[in-house]
């Protein structure tokens, strides 16, 4: 059975910086893409940042871009998100996804992901 659980979410100031963590399990996640997404309250789920299997590729949504950093460890079937210079738009409910196939490329598209976490809270304050 797979599982991804995240961690590492929590309340910071704005301007602060987190790390996101989100470890997998049931199957090896090294030839997978992993991504992360966002919901804010009252909002549809939004796409925050992708990363290839290989680490070659990554995407992001322009909100994010040059805060936060999406990184893998392969060894360790984990995925990070280092967010930094935190706004409070950035508050939300952070999601790891993976895909049902391996060898895909990154895609914003939440249709492209089969596996999903629990979610960790995030909350900025100004």
């Known amino acids: 059975q797979v599982q991804l659980v995240e961690a590492g979410g929590g309340s910071v100031q704005a301007g602060g910086s987190l790390r996101l963590s989100c470890v997998a399990s049931?199957?090896?996640?090294?030839?997978?893409?992993m991504a992360w997404f966002r919901q804010a309250p009252g909002r549809e789920r939004e796409f925050v940042a992708a990363i290839a299997w290989s680490s070659q590729s990554t995407d992001y949504a322009d909100s994010v871009k040059s805060r936060f950093t999406i990184s893998r460890e392969n060894a360790k079937n984990t995925v990070h998100l280092q967010m930094v210079s935190l706004k409070p738009e950035d508050t939300a409910t952070y999601y790891c996804a993976a895909p049902q196939d391996p060898f895909t490329i990154p895609t914003p598209t939440i249709d492209g992901y089969y596996y999903w976490g629990q979610g960790t809270q995030v909350t900025v304050s100004s």
């Open positions: 049931g199957r090896t996640f090294s030839s997978y893409l």
